[in-house]
């Protein structure tokens, strides 16, 4: 059974940090890319981050270079996302997905989300 479980989401005031964790099973991680989107209430589902399935690029949106960092441990089956100088427009919720595309198709799995709260 595939799952992608996220955590480390909470209340954090602005300034602050939080590092959120993706544990996959129930398939082959590695070749997988991963990625992190974000919801906020009222708006649509936006990519914040990607990172290849070896490690070898990452992409971040504009609204968060420089703050985020995507990275992963394939022995682990684990992608993380560190959040830096959190601003309230960082405030959502806050999904993992995994993605392969191969010539005769592909596979896209999600997680059930994590909420994320930047608040003073």
């Known amino acids: 059974q595939v799952q992608l479980v996220e955590s480390g989401g909470g209340l954090v005031q602005p300034g602050g940090s939080l590092r959120l964790s993706c544990a996959a099973s129930?398939?082959?991680?590695?070749?997988?890319?991963m990625r992190w989107y974000r919801q906020a209430p009222g708006k649509e589902r936006e990519l914040v981050a990607a990172?290849?399935?070896?490690?070898?690029?990452?992409n971040y949106a504009d609204s968060v270079k420089g703050r985020f960092t995507i990275s992963r441990d394939n022995a682990k089956n684990t992608v993380y996302l560190q959040m830096n100088s959190l601003k309230p427009e960082d405030t959502a919720v806050y999904y993992c997905?995994?993605?392969?595309?191969?010539?005769?198709?592909?596979?896209?799995?999600w997680g059930q989300g994590t909420q994320v709260t930047v608040s003073s």
């Open positions: 997905n995994a993605l392969r595309t191969t010539s005769t198709g592909g596979s896209i799995y």
């Open positions: 129930g398939f082959t991680f590695s070749f997988y890319a």
């Open positions: 990172i290849t399935s070896y490690g070898g690029n990452t």
